[in-house]
Nanobody, 124 residues
């Protein structure tokens, strides 16, 4: 059974940093890409970043480019999202997902399997 466990959310002041983790079980990161999405209150879910399984291609949404860094540790079967220079508009529930398309210039807006969300709150 494919499972994703997201963690690392919390409350941080604007300009601060957080690192989210997404640990996978039931499949290997060697075999599938992982993506991060977020959904703010009253807003639609948006794509944030992804890293492909095949060759490590990475995508970032324009809104996070230069501030967020995605990485993976295959030995731990875990993907990380390092978030720096956080802004109040980054406040959202962040979800990791797999079974998606991850390319250099884009990522799919849908995914086959989702983890539970982790809440990130950035205060001004």
């Amino acid at each position: 059974e494919v499972q994703l466990q997201a963690s690392g959310g919390g409350l941080v002041q604007a300009g601060g940093s957080l690192r989210l983790s997404c640990t996978a079980s039931g499949f290997s990161l060697d075999d599938d890409s992982i993506g991060w999405f977020r959904q703010a209150p009253g807003k639609e879910r948006e794509r944030v970043s992804c890293i492909s399984s095949a060759d490590g291609r990475i995508y970032y949404a324009d809104s996070v480019k230069g501030r967020f860094t995605i990485s993976r540790d295959n030995a731990k079967n875990t993907v990380y999202l390092q978030m720096n220079s956080l802004k109040p508009e980054d406040t959202a529930v962040y979800y990791c997902a797999t079974d998606l398309v991850c390319l250099l210039g884009t990522m799919s807006s849908v995914a086959g399997s989702w983890g539970q969300g982790t809440l990130v709150t950035v205060s001004s």
